[in-house]
């Protein structure tokens, strides 16, 4: 007869080779995607890749400088525009949100971020192309917002909600207004944890393509203007990726190891300044 304690290890046992292989099972995709690019992209991974601007089909060397450069102008610009709105719409539902209204602008953000990017895509064209008539940064940006906006303001009002009450309390028995322990203690306290959510947000934006193939068209030389069509890495990937040419299908691979390491490079710095707040 098998005793209870034998039964109780036995199951413990398999319950944690079950987390593991779960585990195992999570992580492998993320390692085989990673690896897989750089095993196909290696031999074009090269300084020349980051400096230099795309050639024309034939002429060897080249590069996504201009890619580069662009997505980080769409980020920035973005980013611009919707790290106040987000913030301070998180800071509202967290501080201030009771009600009709803060059950309104929390459905509204949980279904806009639900939107698939592709609708955001159209969306900047609807608002921006058509009455510009021409493509641009700013379209890019504003549907590259659309999608930034949502993710941040959920994580502010998820940060602030963490800050113990007691803090909050102590600030206003001290004579403290009510909006400057918001912003000078509340908010300062649940800073790291809001830098976390930017930048995991800005990690999203930095790989989406369907919205910018809407919006900034993208672009064989170096941007002249917020008002013109604008290059981006992962336009850059989508237009060597689906091109008949050897040479461009290497490149796309390498342009995608490019775009996951920056990717990799905002993720990690969430995940110390994650580190750092507990």
Do not use: C
């Amino acid at each position: 007869m098998i005793s209870i304690s034998f039964r109780r290890r036995a199951t413990d046992r398999i319950m944690k080779t079950l987390f593991l292989l779960s585990v195992f099972l999570v992580i492998l995709p993320l390692v085989l995607i990673f690896f897989d690019l750089l095993w196909k992209g290696a031999k074009e991974l090269k300084w020349s890749l980051l400096t230099d601007l795309p050639r024309p089909v034939g002429e060897p060397g080249g590069g996504i400088a201009n890619g580069i450069a662009g997505t980080l102008t769409l980020a920035g610009l973005a980013m611009a525009g919707g790290i106040p709105l987000a913030v301070l719409s998180g800071i509202y539902l967290a501080e201030y949100g009771k009600g009709v209204l803060a059950s309104l602008v929390r459905f509204a953000v949980d279904l806009l971020a639900g939107v698939p990017s592709i609708i955001m895509g159209i969306f900047g064209y609807v608002l921006w192309v058509l009455p510009m008539k021409r493509f641009s940064a700013w379209a890019g940006a504003s549907a590259l917002a659309m999608i930034f906006i949502p993710i941040v303001v959920r994580t502010t009002e998820e940060m602030l909600k963490t800050v113990p009450v007691p803090v909050r309390e102590a600030a206003l028995a001290l004579g403290i207004e009510r909006w400057k322990t918001t912003l000078f203690i509340t908010v300062r306290t649940a800073s790291a944890g809001i830098i976390t959510g930017i930048l995991l947000a800005m990690a999203r934006i930095l790989g989406e393509t369907a919205p910018l193939l809407f919006t900034a068209l993208g672009n064989q030389f170096w941007q002249t203007g917020l008002d013109q069509p604008i290059a981006a890495v992962p336009l850059q990937v989508f237009s060597y990726a689906i091109s008949p040419y050897d040479d461009w299908h290497d490149k796309a691979w390498a342009g995608a190891v490019v775009l996951i390491l920056m990717v990799l490079v905002l993720s990690i710095g969430a995940r110390v300044l994650t580190r750092e707040r507990n």
